[in-house]
């Protein structure tokens, strides 16, 4: 089992930042990837950025340029730094652990991006 719990979301104006953070803890070995994803309201869950193991980071083309995902192995904590945030951000984030041909979440944060 692997346990996820993120942190960081909250209110921002447009064109603010914010950093998510996901801590992770149990059976954290052979990780496959790690990424977020995200959910607006009435919408799909959607890929925001992914680290595979051995691989090379992937961003939705929205977020390029302005989203950053990286990864503290010492603390197991994986992280989403948002730059110029959009209203069309706003959603709420989960954190993704793929180990084993197992997937697991964390509960998610809320991002809302408002003046």
């Known amino acids: 089992q692997v346990q996820l719990v993120e942190s960081g979301g909250g209110l921002v104006q447009p064109g603010g930042s914010l950093r998510l953070s996901c801590a992770a803890s149990?059976?954290?070995?052979?990780?496959?990837?790690m990424g977020w994803y995200r959910q607006a309201p009435g919408k799909q869950r959607e890929l925001v950025a992914a680290i595979p193991s051995g691989g090379s980071t992937n961003y939705r083309d929205s977020v390029k340029g302005r989203f950053t995902i990286s990864g503290d192995n010492r603390k197991n904590t994986l992280y989403l730094q948002m730059n110029s945030l959009k209203p069309e951000d706003t959603a709420v984030y989960y954190c993704?652990?793929?180990?084993?041909?197992?997937?697991?979440w964390g509960q998610g944060t809320q991002v809302t991006v408002s003046s």
């Open positions: 993704m652990v793929g180990v084993l041909g197992m997937t697991y």
């Open positions: 149990g059976s954290i070995f052979s990780i496959n990837v």
